[in-house]
C-alpha cells in the first residue's frame, strides 16, 4: 500500500542530521530529506518502502531514528477538513474497514496534541472502529504544529515505536531513585526483551541504583557493581548485591554467572565496549546485554559504529537506537555468543 508516499521519520533534534546521514548511506544519496520540525523529517522523494527502512532501523544499520510513519495527507492547520472527511481518508488507505485503529497525536513542542486525538476517536468511532492510543496492528499518527497538520498511516510492526512520534511518556513513581531508570524501562519494553523471573542480573555502573531497582522489578536478582553509593531505599533489598568496587575489579574476584547484564557507565562508546567484552566469561551463553553508549565527541555517528564494531566481537548486536529516554547516548542490545 503505502510504498511510494512520503516516510515521516522522529528524531532527537540534536540527533536529526545524524539520522539523515544514516538514510542517505543505507538507500543512496537521491533520496531527498527535509525537516518538517525540530525532531521531524519528511522522505519526500524516492523513499524506501517503510519497511524496509524499518528493518534497518530495527537491526542497528540506523540509530538515530525512533519513530516512522507513511504520510497519507497535510493540511495548513486552518484548512483541515471535518473529522468525518479525516475518518474517510484515513479509511481509504486501508485495504479492509478495521476494527481497530491506535491514534496517536503529537505536537512540535511538548504538547500531546488532544483535540485532535478526541476529533478523530469521534469520526472513527462513528465509524463502528475501536481507537486506542496504543497496542493496535495500526497506528494513525496526527503531528500538529503551528505551520501544519500531518496525518500518517502506518502498521505498528514498522513503526518502531508504539507511542506519539516514539515519545514514550513513563510515569514517574515516588519510588524512583534516578532519572537513568526511564532508559533501561523504555529498553525492556520498546524492544520487548523478556527477562525471565529469577534470573541472575549484573549492573555495571549502578549507582544510585535506578537500573537495579528496574530489573528488581522484572524479578532479576541483582549485583550492582559502582564505586558510588546506592539509594539507600535499595538497603533493604536481600537480592541486591551491592558491589563498591570498579567493573575491573570485580571481574578479578567474581565467581557468579549472570543471565542478563546491563552498563550504563559513564565512560567512552568504545571503553564501554570494551568492559561489555571483559564480562562475557561471567556470563551464560545467550546472555543478555543492554549497554548505554555515551558520548557524542566531534562524530557520535562513527563512535557509536566503533563501539558496536567492539561489541560484535563477542556479542550478537539485535538492536541499537537512540531512544526517547536517551540524551547524548544510544541504547544496544545485544546477545552474548
Ligand atoms: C549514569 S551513572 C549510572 C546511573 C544508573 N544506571 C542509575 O540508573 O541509577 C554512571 C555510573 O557509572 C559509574 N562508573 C564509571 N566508571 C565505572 C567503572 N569502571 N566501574 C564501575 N562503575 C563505574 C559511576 O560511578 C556512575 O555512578
Known amino acids: 500500500m503505502l510504498a511510494t508516499a512520503p516516510v515521516l521519520f522522529s528524531a532527537d533534534r540534536d540527533s536529526y542530521e545524524l539520522a539523515v546521514r544514516e538514510i542517505r548511506e543505507e538507500f543512496g544519496r537521491e533520496v531527498r530529506i527535509e525537516r518538517v520540525s525540530a525532531d521531524l523529517g519528511r522522505i519526500t522523494d524516492n523513499a524506501p518502502p517503510v519497511a524496509d527502512l524499518a528493518a534497518a532501523c530495527d537491526t542497528g544499520r540506523i540509530v538515530f531514528v ?19 472527511e479525516l475518518a474517510e481518508l484515513i479509511l ?47 497506528v494513525v499518527s496526527c503531528f ?5 497538520v500531518l496525518i500518517g498511516l502506518n502498521r505498528l510492526a514498522d513503526s518502531l515505536a508504539d507511542w506519539p512520534g516514539g515519545r514514550m511518556r513513563l510515569a514517574r513513581s515516588d519510588d524512583r531513585v534516578s532519572r537513568s531508570e526511564f ?34 522489578q522484572y524479578e532479576q536478582e541483582v549485583w550492582s557493581v559502582d564505586p558510588g553509593a546506592l539509594d539507600p531505599r535499595l538497603d533493604s533489598d536481600r537480592r541486591i548485591h551491592h558491589v563498591a568496587t570498579t567493573a575491573g575489579e570485580f571481574f578479578r574476584r567474581n565467581d557468579v554467572r549472570f543471565d542478563v547484564v546491563v552498563n550504563d557507565m559513564r ?28 558520548g557524542g565527541g566531534r562524530n557520535p555517528l562513527d563512535a557509536a559504529r566503533r563501539g558496536m ?11 541499537a537506537r537512540q531512544l526517547h529516554h536517551n540524551r547524548r547516548e544510544i541504547t544496544v542490545v545485544a546477545r552474548a555468543r
Open 66 to 84: 525512533r519513530h516512522l510513519t507513511v504520510e497519507i495527507a497535510s493540511f495548513p492547520p486552518d484548512d483541515v477538513p471535518p473529522a468525518h
Open 92 to 138: 481509504a488507505e486501508l485495504p479492509k474497514h478495521p476494527q481497530a485503529l491506535a491514534v496517536q497525536t503529537w505536537t512540535d513542542g511538548a504538547g500531546t496534541g488532544g483535540t485532535y486525538y478526541h476529533l478523530l476517536d469521534e469520526a472513527l468511532g462513528a465509524r463502528g472502529i475501536a481507537v486506542s492510543r496504543a497496542e493496535q496492528d495500526v
Open 144 to 148: 500538529v504544529s503551528q505551520r501544519q
Open 183 to 216: 532508559k533501561l524501562e523504555e529498553a525492556i519494553r520498546t524492544f520487548h526483551l523478556g527477562l525471565k523471573p529469577g534470573g541472575k542480573g549484573l549492573d555495571l555502573g549502578a549507582s544510585p541504583g535506578g537500573w537495579t531497582r528496574i530489573l528488581r
Open 267 to 294: 565512560m567512552d562508546q568504545v571503553m564501554s565496549a570494551r568492559v561489555m567484552l571483559d564480562a562475557v566469561p561471567h556470563l551464560r551463553r545467550g546472555a543478555l546485554a543492554v549497554v548505554t553508549l555515551k
Open 309 to 319: 564494531d567492539v561489541l560484535a566481537k563477542e556479542y550478537d548486536v539485535l538492536h
